[in-house]
């Protein structure tokens, strides 16, 4: 057993479990991965190792199923677990808000409650940016009131970061930290894991490698008639391995006994807006390639603009996002391209 500690990953196949897995085992810790490959594949696992250059503790468990999962707690002795096993498509929840809050719910109560039995201390959770709604202020801190959230998927969110709040409180020994993400997107540089969305991409990163790549013939814009400078919507797109690396400083706090209180939220972004158009034009700049693109309406629920101020993170954790967003565009190219050569 490594002396950093090991660490259980829940969706550990899935975009941001396999870069968080390759970062902890690069920092010295062990690691657990568990996924039921609802939104991933084996292949995921065979890039971590890839990189890594050898093998992982892999177990195909769906952390729904209490039974299967409590045999990963006595097979395992852990004292962190990183909880993202979740769905994440939006106009999905909508669409059948019971699958969300059964899945994302339910594996999660799954992992607390066996968290809390086996005596293992701390939990990190995967939260959203979404939690701040059409934030009042911008950039939003973590004292940013949180808005009536808009989707089942956003409100999965919201109850799992109160649930781990009110389990820190009540319980002894027990430790929980929620990060919120802005927008996750490229790809580790060696291009052995990225992005796999299945089907056609909601997101607006994998909708630009697949138009770039001839997938799809052409990306549509959602409204450029925001109140913002050129009228697109304004995120902050934070690069997958600083994400990574974000989940490593906020272990390290955990094991190392730094936490202030039983339960704290980070946000983890770069603090740096950037428009839609912008970023497809800086894109095709940074690749050479062409997204042919269109202004069509608005998408329901999209808010104006949302970014982060990460005072917080940069200064208790420790941590920065690092990563020039042309490198973040050129690694999601590499990625797609990689996905075709196979
Ligand atoms: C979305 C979710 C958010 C979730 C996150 C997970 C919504 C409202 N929010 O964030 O809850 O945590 O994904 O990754 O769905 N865009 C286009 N064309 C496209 C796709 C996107 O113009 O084909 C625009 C969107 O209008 C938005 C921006 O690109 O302004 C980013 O969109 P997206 O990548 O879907 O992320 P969010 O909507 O910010």
Not at 66 to 78: D, I, N, P, W
Not at 229 to 251: E, N, S
Not at 291 to 314: E, M, Y
Request: proline share 5%; charged share 25%.
């Amino acid at each position: 057993m490594s002396k950093k500690g090991t660490v259980l990953v829940s969706g550990g196949a899935g975009f941001i479990g396999t870069h968080t897995t390759v970062a902890l085992v690069e920092a010295g810790y062990d690691v657990v991965m568990i996924d039921n490959f609802s939104n991933s594949g084996p292949s995921a696992v065979e890039g971590v190792e890839k990189i890594l250059g050898r093998k992982v503790t892999f177990e195909e468990v769906d952390t729904c199923d209490e039974k299967a999962l409590r045999g990963v707690f006595e097979r395992h002795q852990f004292d962190t677990v990183i909880h993202f096993a979740a769905y994440k498509a939006v106009g999905e929840s909508v669409a059948d808000p019971l699958k969300y809050y059964r899945n994302n719910l339910v594996s999660y109560m799954n992992i607390l409650k066996l968290m809390k039995e086996f005596k293992r201390p701390n939990v990190l959770f995967s939260s959203s940016a979404t939690v701040y709604g059409d934030a009042e202020t911008l950039p939003v801190t973590e004292q940013t009131p949180r808005q009536e959230a808009t989707s089942p998927y956003g409100n999965t969110k919201q109850i799992a970061e109160d649930i781990l709040r009110d389990c820190c409180k009540a319980y002894p020994g027990f430790y929980g930290i929620a990060l919120r993400y802005f927008n996750p997107i490229g790809a580790h540089p060696s291009a052995l894991i990225g992005e796999l969305p299945r089907g056609v991409p909601n997101n607006l990163v994998p909708f630009i490698t697949q138009t770039a790549a001839g997938i799809r013939e052409c990306l549509s814009i959602f409204g450029n008639d925001y109140n913002t400078p050129d009228g697109t919507c304004l995120r902050d797109y934070i690069d997958i391995v600083d994400l990574a690396k974000a989940h490593v400083a906020a272990v390290d706090r955990m094991v190392s006994g730094k936490m202030e209180t039983k339960y704290e939220i980070f946000n983890v972004g770069t603090g740096k807006p950037v428009s839609v158009l912008e970023l497809v034009t800086r894109f095709e700049k940074a690749n050479g390639v062409k997204v042919p693109h269109k202004i069509v309406g608005r998408r329901a629920g999209d808010v104006p603009a949302v970014w982060a101020d990460t005072t917080l993170a940069n200064e208790k954790l420790g941590w920065k996002a690092e990563r020039d967003l042309d490198d973040t565009l050129r690694a999601a190219w590499a990625w797609e391209q990689n996905l075709h050569k196979k």
